[in-house]
Antibody, heavy 128, light 107 residues
Framework: QVRLVQSGAEVKKPGSSVKVSCQASGGTFSTYAISWVRQAPGQGLEWMGMIIPIFGTANYAQKFQGRVTLVADESSSTAFMELSSLRSEDTAVYYC?????????????????????WGQGTMVTVSS | DIQMTQSPSTLSASVGDRVTITCRASQSISNWLAWCQQKPGKAPKFLIYKASTLEAGVPSRFSGSGSGTEFTLTISSLQPDDFATYYCQQYNSYPYTFGQGTKVEIK
């Protein structure tokens, strides 16, 4: 059974960067995409972006454009989310989630059909 | 961006009650809607995708319906394990936005 295993908690200074990993344990990425979502303390879920490993392309929420980078290493079935220029408002739990969909190899587009597995979450604390 | 609005924000119910949560999209999303459940301190868990298809292993007391801009999640007979916060998420177009959540509390 595939699990998404995320890296451990991080404490960062304002202005620095954090890189969170998400590894598919017991399986591969295959034709899945990986979505990243965060949740600030006491708040709801916020979608950050999605990486499509087979194409190496990513889509980002406008709010995070320029500050977030999503990459994936198919050889290790690991996705990474890097967030830069950290501020206190970035303190949150960061989750990855697996997305099942249909890939169009001609246009390199991806149509999501379902989401199934979440990682356990990574707490990122930004504090001076 | 497509705005997702859930109602109510909080719902108080008893074990055995039928519970309905509504999610409205600011524009048509066809049936590209997922529902997930989250308990305090835990990662969310997907329940339903494509508006009405249950994820494997999800109890049949959960059901989803709707298309276009209006969707519902129904729990036919609330169980103790169902007290949690529920979110809808559209994935018709980027960014894949979430509703603000509905907390189901014990009455």
């Amino acid at each position: 059974q595939v699990r998404l295993v995320q890296s451990g908690a991080e404490v960062k200074k304002p202005g620095s960067s954090v890189k969170v990993s998400c590894q598919a344990s017991g399986g591969t990425f295959s034709t899945y995409a990986i979505s990243w979502v965060r949740q600030a303390p006491g708040q709801g879920l916020e979608w950050m972006g999605m990486i499509i490993p087979i194409f190496g392309t990513a889509n980002y929420a406008q709010k995070f454009q320029g500050r977030v980078t999503l990459v994936a290493d198919e050889s290790s079935s690991t996705a990474f989310m890097e967030l830069s220029s950290l501020r206190s408002e970035d303190t949150a739990v960061y989750y990855c989630a697996r997305v099942f969909g249909i890939a169009d190899y001609e246009s390199t587009s991806y149509t999501a059909h379902a989401f199934d597995i979440w990682g356990q979450g990574t707490m990122v604390t930004v504090s001076s | 961006d497509i705005q997702m609005t859930q109602s109510p924000s909080t719902l108080s119910a008893s074990v055995g009650d039928r519970v309905t949560i509504t999610c409205r999209a600011s524009q048509s999303i066809s049936n590209w809607l997922a529902w997930c459940q989250q308990k305090p301190g835990k990662a969310p868990k997907f329940l339903i995708y494509k508006a009405s298809t249950l994820e494997a292993g999800v109890p049949s007391r959960f059901s989803g319906s709707g298309s276009g801009t209006e969707f519902t999640l129904t729990i036919s007979s609330l169980q103790p394990d169902d007290f949690a916060t529920y979110y809808c998420q559209q994935y018709n177009s980027y960014p894949y936005t979430f509703g603000q959540g509905t907390k189901v509390e014990i009455k």
